[in-house]
């Protein structure tokens, strides 16, 4: 994952990476930037951690990836695959609707510090989900030791 690659990775909710991948921003040994890509690699990896590879071009291992929160998982090649199974079969037990919103969520606090408004905005967040079809499927199914009816059927 070399230029726009690392991009792509660093704009993945979830990356998942063999042991033997390989990340870079190698834009400068081309007299370039990574421009494009910069938002995403920053939020990925921190801008500390962006002034070097920015700069350097070096080559990424996949366990520095972890290290530095690129990539969430890193296993064997063998193992990349049913590691990424394993995700989305958790990823289809959450509610679609939820899970849209939570990202939303993500976008709306992070970085912000925690403020009256910051508290009331989850507070609002939370009451307006609680009161949908899909919060009170996920609750009745809960209590009811059942599975959601988003949850795909073995």
């Given amino acids: 994952a070399l230029g726009g690659g690392m991009g792509l990775a660093s704009a993945c ?7 033997k991948a390989i990340f870079a921003t190698s834009e400068v040994k081309f007299g370039i930037i990574p421009s494009a890509i910069s938002p995403y690699v920053i939020r990925a ?3 500390r951690q962006s002034y070097r590879y920015f700069q350097s071009a070096e080559r990424i291992s996949a366990q520095r990836a972890g290290e530095l929160g690129l990539a969430h998982e890193v296993v064997a090649p063998e193992a990349l695959d049913d590691k990424v199974a394993e995700i989305v079969a958790a990823l289809m037990q959450g509610g679609p609707k939820s899970q849209a919103a939570a990202k939303d969520l993500i976008r709306a606090v992070a970085h912000k510090p925690v403020t009256d408004a910051v508290v009331e905005d ?9 009161s949908t079809p899909e919060a ?6 809960f209590l009811d ?3 959601a009816a988003w949850v795909p059927q073995a």
């Avoid at 909710?13 to 042991?19: G, M, Q, R």
């Avoid at 989850?122 to 609680?130: F, M």
């Avoid at 009170?136 to 199914?141: D, H, V």
């Fill in 136 to 141: 009170k499927e996920g609750l009745s199914a």
């Fill in 122 to 130: 989850t507070s609002q967040r939370i009451a307006q989900l609680r």
């Fill in 45 to 47: 990896i921190g801008e």
């Fill in 145 to 147: 030791k059942r599975p």
């Fill in 13 to 19: 909710d979830i990356c998942v990476a063999s042991e």
